[in-house]
């Protein structure tokens, strides 16, 4: 079955530093993917997403390609920040599907 | 322009006891659906519904219930609360069940079951 799997956190990074935040998928046929991120005590709220191969979402400073031939959707941000801080999820949905399949997230602390 | 709201923000239960949580929305989606989120454990579904009348189970649907008797709303019952279920609820909803539409979520229910 469709599944999505995240490197495991945390993940400590100084302000400005450079983040990359692994996600790759299993999945038939050509699914959708997304970054959703959840600051702490709220929902999650979408980041970016990608519909199809090559496509590159960005957001905010964050960016993520959809690769099909390594099965990965990556998410980086050149220079982070504290407000960066939080927990990230990596998804993906199947066209004419009505289910999202996420990752276990990934924690994100910021330091100054 | 409220979004999808929840109701409550937190709870706590003794073991046993039952309970409804309540998800709305205002953006008119056909798609509702509940999972519960544990620590290093992501998002699991619940029970979902694609449309007003209909519910469907999820990964994780035992000892759980739902109902979505109007378009705009979308309830989730425990029966019979077990340790197991403190848990938080997030509910989200969708527009399409085509691929590319984001879910968008409640800010969530924090249960306690002791």
């Known amino acids: 079955g469709d599944s999505v799997t995240q490197m495991e956190g945390p993940v400590t990074l100084s302000e400005e530093a450079f983040l990359t935040i692994n996600c790759t998928y299993t999945a038939t046929g050509y699914p959708s993917l997304f970054w959703y991120v959840q600051y702490p005590g709220e929902g999650l709220q979408l980041l970016l997403k990608a519909t199809k191969a090559d496509d590159k979402g960005s957001n905010k400073g964050f960016e993520a390609t959809y690769r099909k031939e390594t099965t990965s959707f990556h998410l980086e941000k050149g220079s982070v920040q504290v407000s960066d801080s939080a927990v990230y999820f990596c998804?993906?949905?199947?066209?004419?599907?009505?289910?999202?399949?996420f990752g276990s997230g990934t924690k994100l602390n910021v330091k100054p | 322009n409220a979004g999808v709201t929840q109701t409550p923000k937190f709870r706590v239960l003794k073991t046993g006891q039952s309970m409804t949580l309540l998800c709305a929305q205002d953006?008119?989606?056909?798609?509702m659906y509940w999972y519960r989120q544990d620590p290093g454990m992501g998002l699991r579904l619940i029970h979902y519904s694609v449309g007003e009348g209909t519910t469907a189970k999820g990964e994780v649907p035992d000892g759980y219930n739902v109902s979505r008797l109007k378009k705009q709303n979308f309830l989730l019952g425990l029966e019979s609360a077990a340790p197991s279920q403190t848990s938080v609820y997030f509910c989200?909803?969708?527009?399409?069940?085509?691929?590319?539409?984001?879910?968008?979520f409640g800010p969530g229910t924090r249960l306690t079951v002791l």
């Open positions: 989200a909803t969708q527009d399409s069940g085509q691929g590319g539409y984001e879910q968008f």
């Open positions: 998804a993906l949905s199947q066209y004419n599907f009505n289910k999202f399949y």
């Open positions: 953006m008119n989606h056909e798609y």
